[in-house]
């Protein structure tokens, strides 16, 4: 039995101006459904009531939300305190109606708008089918289902400063280390969140790379670098640079998977930053058969469709060739960017050797003719010629901090949205020639069972064979339902990752404000060593020689 005292719920004040507004209160902690033994149970409901239940129950929990049985209450025409006598006999939990309560509820009102004053001893003493509230047809009651503000799950709450707190990881590399035949490159991947460091191969990076794409198929998994270039075609030069050109690769791809909004909180990440035995890659494995993918663990992958808006299609073609827009002007400024952080660093080594051949030239002991020793003063010019070249180095040095600023603040940047754009690009590729395409080849291997399905049914066949194709044609049904499901929470996760994109569209403000920093405090450094060194020359050689006088 229950405690009626403390699980019923309660009618509130009405507030004055509302239309029959009832406002419910739990004043229980914990409800069952078992409360309800001995007066309804769901075999010997109606089928409307179920009907009811199905057009207005929340669509990713089994229950009905209080306040949209408040709307289904002012369909009733029952008078106020009617309803409230309803309130006193109908139990909720956290703002929820169960199935059984809700169907007790239905009764109650059936009996009230046949005159009966409602009460539980109706349902008990009432041995035939329960009465049919007047309520409408339930197809029209659709429309009262509301779902609370935290399940608008299709919408990412997401901007680009919270994405960027979720972790920070940097990617270094260690010395290298022989192996048996060849030596290999190890990373040191250490997380911000996790406040811990993992030691990594590229074969890591690898195995984890292909169990996210596994597991998160519908989503956009950035790609991996190249594992090597050609070997005989690069130069120890260039294969330093290609390694550290890796190295920022893999951090920029760590860096986007753990700031996703759904990959940050998966397994497979937390284990890729944290798992510090011997074997990461079985671990990874093994972590991703415990889960599978994401449409067998999202609560609500078989119901995406009721989540996509209408004209998903046309959003979709519209935002996909927005953002392939913004993904050609991306990669034009980063190809601009690049080649202002090549000029730096030529600049720098243009400046360090134009100060090497003022010291060499300074250098020259040799003797001056004497048509030119009596009047030049080439000799004495000469020795101060020696001194200028540490200005010149000093000045070398500033244009490369200037070139790795450039590399690391503003190409970098770009770089990182790229790899996300590029991503993006692949998940639409994905969309339309996995998904799309193997629904389509499901559908024509079934019409091709139909039809031989109609065949056997005219000509004679033998009966084992003719159930053998019927079973097929079932198993082919499941197959296509399944992959329409897959369908629809491909688009759901592609409208998704497209929100992400827009999201990250303000780290263009990022990208600009490193560019503009950087070439004020370049040229801010520059200037101050060549206003260090225009006075140096007129003491070395008298005279202002050319030079104008400070503004």
Not at 396 to 424: C, I, M, P, T
Not at 526 to 537: A, I, R, T, Y
Request: glycine share 4%.
């Amino acid at each position: 039995m229950r405690n009626t005292k403390s699980n019923k719920m309660k009618r509130a004040q009405m507030k004055p101006g509302n239309k029959q507004e009832i406002t419910w209160r739990c004043s229980c902690a914990h409800m069952t459904d078992c409360t309800m033994a001995g007066e309804i149970n769901e075999g010997s409901v109606p089928a409307y009531y179920r009907e009811v239940y199905e057009a207005i129950c929340c669509r990713t929990d089994d229950r009905v939300q209080v306040e949209v049985f408040q709307r289904l209450l002012q369909r009733t025409d029952l008078s106020k305190a009617v309803l409230g006598q309803i309130a006193e006999h109908v139990d909720s939990t956290d703002g929820f109606l169960s199935k059984l309560s809700f169907y007790k509820a239905l009764a109650l009102i059936a009996f009230a708008q046949k005159g009966k004053q409602p009460s539980p001893k109706l349902l008990e003493n009432c041995i035939q089918e329960f009465p049919k509230p007047q309520l409408g047809e339930p197809r029209d009651l659709s429309a009262l289902r509301m779902q609370p503000a935290q399940e608008d799950v299709l919408t990412l709450s997401q901007t680009l400063d919270k994405l960027l707190a979720r972790d920070t990881v940097q990617v270094e590399l260690i010395p290298e280390k022989k192996g048996l035949f060849l030596k290999h490159v190890e990373y040191q991947v250490t997380s911000q969140r996790y406040k811990i460091s993992v030691y990594r191969r590229y074969s890591d990076f690898d195995v984890f790379h292909e169990v996210l794409l596994q597991r998160f198929a519908y989503r956009v998994v950035p790609a991996l670098p190249p594992k090597r270039m050609l070997k005989g075609v690069l130069t120890s030069v260039s294969e330093r640079e290609f390694i550290e050109g890796r190295r920022r690769a893999l951090g920029r791809f760590i860096n986007l998977v753990s700031r996703h909004p759904f990959f940050s909180e998966d397994e497979l990440v937390k284990t890729f930053l944290t798992f510090s035995g011997s074997d990461v890659q079985t671990k990874l494995r093994d972590t991703y058969k415990k889960t599978g993918d994401e449409f067998m663990t999202n609560r609500i992958a078989t119901l995406a469709k009721e989540y996509l808006p209408a004209d998903i299609q046309a959003q979709f073609s519209t935002s996909r060739e927005l953002i392939r827009n913004i993904h050609n002007s991306f990669n034009k400024l980063r190809d601009r960017a690049e080649k202002m952080a090549e000029r730096s660093k030529e600049n720098a080594t243009d400046l360090l050797m134009f100060g090497r051949e003022l010291s060499s030239l300074g250098s020259d002991s040799s003797s001056l003719p004497s048509l030119a020793s009596s009047q030049s003063t080439w000799g004495a010019l000469r020795q101060s010629l020696k001194s200028l070249s540490v200005e010149f180095a000093v000045l070398s040095d500033k244009a490369a901090q200037q070139g790795r600023r450039e590399e690391d603040d503003v190409v970098e940047k770009l770089n990182v949205f790229l790899d996300l754009l590029q991503s993006y690009r692949d998940l639409c590729e994905r969309h339309e020639k996995g998904v799309l395409h193997e629904h389509q080849r499901a559908l024509h291997k079934y019409g091709m069972m139909k039809r031989q399905m109609m065949t056997a049914t005219v000509q004679p066949k033998e009966q084992a064979s003719v159930e053998q194709l019927e079973s097929r044609i079932v198993q082919q049904e499941n197959a296509i339902q399944t992959m329409e499901l897959r369908n629809y929470f491909s688009l759901f996760c592609l409208h998704q990752e497209t929100q992400l994109i827009f999201i990250y569209l303000p780290i263009t403000s990022h990208i600009l404000g490193a560019f503009v920093n950087s070439q004020v405090q370049g040229h801010r450094e520059m200037g101050e060593v060549w206003n260090e060194l225009q006075p140096k020359l007129g003491c070395l050689f008298g005279g202002n020689n050319g030079l104008k006088p400070p503004m």
